[in-house]
């Protein structure tokens, strides 16, 4: 399942254009800083909400279309064809929209099983407004959302049955039409596979994690890491989790720009190779198209930065800030650690000890054993790795060659010609593929990562499809090392150009693969490599090219000499620098734990003592989750509410408390209920009689198993109030011990929100209540929530003040019963939740003025309450 609670919401710019009848926009609101949400009003109809923080404006999801062109740069278009309007987004991380507008379709697809009310049926439901956000994703969803899709798409021998017609006594039988694909056609009925799948987003690791929350939370990031640690796809996140707005993906690169979606660095920063002067790299930064780049650049991502030339990179640091200096551009510097692409410990240690350029006799002797290794199979051979890039076109040629049989010619479709120069340096693929049946291939991008289509993933040529419309073949079928045969189809590429041009091409994502340089296979996985080190003339080169394998089965080494293998003594002294910043840091930072380990270690030292053997029940209580409750509203005569909660299984749990174990008082009651604990024993309650005394108004349902979704939203009754007021039950507990009683004036001394209040004022014996909170924010809840609840007659016994309970001693009143409830820092609260922790890091100082805060309001207490 997809936990679509942040997935179901966009922050984005939104336009919402009104539309005349020849679809022209005739009036236009912007909102630069919106929310869009998924949810459903009060009928379960799908509703999109834009909300710019003044006024939401909701469009029913029934008769829309979808325009998703644009969605890797963060736009879309929703138009709503009754209203004629249309809801322009943008601006919006693209990997974000993507799962929203795959919730979308699903959840839409899934609702037309559901029949739609009528606009009168609406108007007799006299149902109050309401707006949920979208339940979370689940298979079932999709399950019902095929179902829906697979009764449209009706076989097609029942349609062509359906359009045969009689004529004079004999049956017409119509021809059905020719198929267009080049693809066979493999069975008359639908496809078996779903049409829409579950969209699951792959987890990062705590390493990558914590990069990605670096970078969100707007500090200037370096990270870095051993081959495999997931560095590409963790920049890939990256780019889809910013607003396209303002963030500039670049690489050293073309061919790398390529798999992040961006542009070389040289192309963005304007200033040419950068090897002109800083003053006249200055005035080229000033031409208009590049001075925009700078101007509204908010995030700029290199990859591959170790390959960008010290120099040019000083020069665009310059310009961008006027100051020269690695340390002071960034804030901080990560290593990957975990390696994702082996699973081979033994492996992985190999690889980590040629980084670094030790190669001792065991290395040697694993790699020299690996010349025996047997990678071929299914007719699928090793790729090798050059050093250099004429031994790679040699051999491919030479390869290509000698195979039998015709060869096929698969030309690319680029967007403009013109630029073919600026295309074939950043696409992965040539202009020209020449392939023939059984021609070694390589995939050179992600088609089905969960069927191991993934970039680099080897193959083999068995076949062509039959050409049509005068095309004499087809498409090629690649049998892949997975074991998968597939049809494989052009895909598209896009490139940036400078001055934000956008290119494409649409070709094969296939090249040869009898061997590839060491360069182009950086960032690719392959399953069986052969590697010639012979030829290595770079530090960290023999590197590149042993971490490429997955594992040491799939990996032959020819004529290994453990002296190619090399690093350089700069790069080792940053990573020397890093490690040593890094354990420095863990030194002078104090150990991390969860703020909820904290609470409870601060307990078990704290109430151990004071509860004595009492402490192990409370722990397990203050550890069980809340549970929620419906507090029934007597004023809104709630009969029909009780009936319908009871007959879904919710009970009142202070009925079913007071009516247990006849003979037992209050006393035991409020023991049982772990409110009093230890003060149980103290003489000052009442006991006997009192149990009889609690009002049988207050009413508390429950549900004996599930949380608060359980509970459907609160209507009105006929005389406008609404039903119930949902709350933590345990809330309840000490109104239940306040023991109010008819005619008595109450202090709410922390009244805010106002769940306990209402609780109070349903026992209908309160004479005055004055309802206090520090917060004017909390008594205008507070506000709000009565008058939804109450009648004017109720309202005006009530006095609402936003005053500071530490000076309550300066009022000249007394009440007869005064509840406290002291800042809202619940010990269950700081247990439970991460969020707004007490026992946070942060909250340190405050958490330690809270027993003096807690005293004084405790003390004015009691200047507040009548003696007795």
Known sequence: MLQNEDAAQLQCSVAVESLNASGQAIKRQVFRKAVVTLGRNEFEEMILRVYDGKIPQNFVLRDFQLFTRFTREGKCTLKFVPENTQVLISNCPPAHLNTFLKILSIKHQASKANKPLGDRAKLRAGVPRSFETISPLQQKDVQRANDMRSKVNTPLHLKERSANKMVDGRQQVKRPRANCDSSPVKSLHPSKKPVLVLPMVQKLSKEQTAVLNAVLSGKNVFFTGSAGTGKSFLLKRIVGSLPPKGTFATASTGVAACHIGGTTLHSFAGIGSGSAPLEQCLELAQRPGVRQHWTICKHLIIDEVSMVDGQFFDKLEAIARHARSWRKCIHMSMELTEVRRQNDQSFISLLQAVRVG???EEVTAKLLKSANNCIEREGILATRLCTHKDDVELTNDNKLKQLPGPLHTYEAVDSDPMLVKIIDAQSPVGQVVHLKVGTQVMLTKNLDVQRGLVNGARGVVVDFLPGNQGIAYGLPRVRFLSGTVEVVKRERWVFRAAGGLSLSRQQLPLKLAWAVSIHKSQGMTLDCVEISLARVFESGQAYVALSRAR?????????????????????????????????????????????????????????????????????????????????????ASPDDAISHLHSRGCRDFISVASSSDDGKNSHELLQKSELHNHAATVDTFETATACTRISSNIQCLVFPRGDISRFKPARPGNNGLLGYYLLDAASVLPVLALDVQPGHTVLDLCAGPGGKTLAILQSQAVRFLWANDLAGSRTARLRRTLQSYLPKEILRIIHITSFDGRNWRNMDCTFDRVLVDVPCTTDRHSLMEEENNIFKRARTKERQKLPLLQTELLLNEVFAQKSR
């Open 551 to 635: 594992s040491l089965e799939g990996l032959r080494v020819m004529d290994f000499n453990p002296h190619v293998v090399q690093a350089n003594q700069d790069v080792l002294l940053f990573y020397k620098r890093l490690r040593m910043d890094r354990l420095l840091m863990q030194a002078t930072t104090r150990a991390k734990f969860p703020a909820t380990a904290l609470a409870l270690q601060n307990f078990d030292a704290t109430y151990s003592k004071q509860l004595g053997d009492v402490w192990p029940s409370v722990r397990v209580g203050m550890l069980s989750e809340q549970k929620y409750g419906a507090l029934m509203n007597t004023f």
């Open 358 to 360: 030790r190669v001792t």
